[in-house]
């Protein structure tokens, strides 16, 4: 695939942040496919997340496809900086949103 996936990544995340020098992606592949982290300035967790986790449901989806177009399984993990706005609002809401707000937490 040679990195599209993770090129797609940052460009998109690049496009929604304020801190877009602040972006960073980890690329991982194993058994399981290819996992990609993305790091963000703490400030900016919130406009990847999105309300109730839909951007982050989003470029998820996005990125499924382009992994498929590939035959690869890609999945997108959310580090969480200390100071970020989702460790301060305290445990989030019970919902099917729960699954991608616990990805975000290492």
């Not at 982050?56 to 200390?82: C, D, F, H, M, Q």
């Amino acid at each position: 695939m040679a990195e599209r996936d993770q090129e797609f990544v940052e460009y998109i995340v690049k496009q929604i942040v304020n801190h877009p020098e602040d972006v960073k992606t980890e690329r991982t592949v194993d058994e399981m496919g290819v996992l990609i982290t993305l790091k963000i300035h703490p400030e900016d967790m919130g406009y990847v997340i999105g309300k109730q986790g839909q951007t982050a449901r989003s470029i998820r989806t996005l990125l499924k496809i382009v992994g498929a177009k590939e035959k690869a399984r890609v999945n997108l993990k959310i580090y969480e900086p200390e100071g970020s706005r989702m460790n301060r609002r305290g445990p989030a809401p019970s919902s099917d949103v729960d699954a991608d707000v616990e990805d975000l937490k290492i």
